[in-house]
């Protein structure tokens, strides 16, 4: 069997964010229509190496794909000179079992959670939102805010504030269009890109928030959101992460990428503990709304909540699109096993 | 970072059964030091395409090794014209999380079976054992031959049984001598391989017997036996699967490649289920015995049945043999990815 071998870079040359987000979009319709499976996540803890490793699988029906992902994290590594995260997926045909590729998985896993946080933005915010925030300047932030443009290019200012490193968040907003421009191939002439160093300050100008930190404290107040602001929060994936106030979530329209792991390990897993909101307070996912099962933003005033905390199933599709176009453009080397 | 790729070819032209032999021992006997962690399974059932997949996946502490396997049967593809079965596995340093070799995972798979089968055979076969029996003559027979006859270099005659195909039992029985020199480097000049039609007539003359069929109705009766043969079952490995009959467990020494996993799917499950043993009848672990943590044969006439259900622990050493000797001679290629 031959399989094609994907490494970074050539993933990052071939696979494309519009793509990406119809993509995500499909399976995030997929799984509210029954035709997906997450299959159960092996995990475990290398105690004394400090690290980490996942294996995340499932199999997406309507694409007839399925597959692996498996994510090792070794903090200490960097005391060694060596990369201290690596991910490799493997990805199949459903219809006869063979592989199609095996590739670096960290830059796909990037492009569907940056598509994922742009949809909710998209389907859930005011349709005349002009100010989004980015509250997190890390390796996840431009992809947000590229899919996010990509969607809703009638965005003026980017508001992008980081809750560690001022000096970040300049960085990133002052590249930020050169960044589009190169890696996204998107023109943002008519959006400025600001850096902010006061979580207030930006919060009380936005329409739409998307968290993307690591944070295990809520960063953002209720007091200072605005009528009718869109929270997309992709920072929390693991027991007591938070990034926003539980109190946020009272009286907000709440919607989850996968309703049983958010409960688990998602932003809203607090406020349900805190007895903030109930289980039955949850809409349903972001599938079921992008199938018209459930309804979405009604009015301007409304605070709306994505809670993504990411699906292996959306990599297999993002991963689908890179395979097709590298296929077509000659990219990554075809292995026999 | 830089992955080893492996082919089959390359695999089988690398890894030696003397070097899996000894891997395979020293996992046994690190799963009994508590020294293995064994990942959960997750496996799945393509109900419309009547294929399956699984991934299994391991960490051998005290080799520092880690990773996982994923297995898809397709049984329909044979009518494509596509291979039924794949696997590929990939392997991990468990000290930094760095993936060390990415290979197809069918021919080390043959090769630690061949060990384990070969192992129990070793261990506890009587030492004056001059008869083998391999019941199945099928991909895994050769493995188990070449490796019993490297740890038991007495053994005078080899009776080949197929329950489906006596010409295959035949081509093998005549091939034999040529695939231990061409594939295994195994000088067998003083050993004859007989084809035999009838199971009772081979097990009537047999010290000790390997069973490898993906039988669901015994096929050794107990009336058969010499008294002190060796049995090391390794076909049952799924529910309903059975090769030997249920009374040969009844006073006979009985030892599991993983206790659980053999009580749940092994030669085991169906005399626990019947009653014709308790769980308590169950001596150990094959690690146990390796350790001296608990005793083997102790006379000629004991019946001993070592019952092995496959671990992807023991892959993992495997491999480990493999990508080192490969690296030696430069074979496979190094990916960037």
Not at 114 to 126: E, P
Not at 180 to 203: G, H, N, P, Y
Not at 257 to 268: L, N, T, Y
Not at 287 to 295: F, H, N, W
Request: aromatic fraction near 6%; hydrophobic fraction near 40%; proline fraction near 3%.
């Amino acid at each position: 069997m031959s399989v094609l071998i994907l490494k970074r870079e050539e993933i990052k040359k071939v696979i494309d964010m519009r793509e990406v987000i119809e993509e995500v979009r499909k399976v995030y319709k997929l799984k509210s229509q029954g035709k997906t499976v997450i299959w159960p996540l092996v995990n475990y803890e290398f105690e004394e190496e400090h690290a980490a490793m996942d294996i995340r699988s499932g199999y997406v029906k309507g694409e007839q794909l399925h597959g692996l992902k498996m994510l090792n994290n070794f903090p200490e590594n960097r005391e060694k000179g060596l990369a201290p995260f690596n991910g490799i997926m493997m990805v199949y045909d459903s219809n006869t079992g063979v592989p199609i590729g095996i590739m670096d998985a960290s830059y796909i896993t990037c492009m569907r959670t940056g598509a994922a946080g742009a949809i909710g933005v998209d389907s859930l915010a005011r349709k005349d939102a002009e100010t989004l925030m980015l509250l997190g300047a890390g390796k996840q932030a431009p992809f947000q805010i590229a899919a996010t443009l990509l969607l809703r290019p009638n965005i003026k200012e980017v508001y992008i504030v980081d809750p560690l490193s001022f000096e970040q968040a300049e960085t990133l907003a002052s590249n930020m269009r050169k960044i589009l421009q190169e890696d996204f191939d998107i023109q943002a002439d008519q959006t400025v890109f600001l850096a902010e160093r006061s979580i207030e300050k930006a919060v009380r100008c936005s329409d739409a928030i998307i968290t993307v930190t690591p944070s295990r404290n809520p960063l953002i107040k209720k007091e200072w959101i605005r009528p009718g602001t869109h929270f997309s929060c992709l920072g929390s994936d693991m027991e007591t992460k938070q990034e926003i106030e539980s109190a946020i979530f009272a009286g907000a329209k709440i919607y989850a990428d996968d309703k049983e792991q958010c409960i688990r390990v998602g932003e809203m897993e607090l406020p349900l503990l805190e007895g903030v909101i109930r289980e039955a307070d949850i809409l349903g996912e972001i599938g079921d709304l992008l199938c018209g099962k459930i309804s979405g933003r009604e009015n301007s005033d409304e605070t709306t909540i994505f809670d993504a905390t990411g699906l292996y199933i959306l990599d297999l599709a993002a991963a689908k699109a890179a395979i097709a176009k590298a296929k077509k453009v000659h990219m990554g080397i075809e292995v026999e096993m």
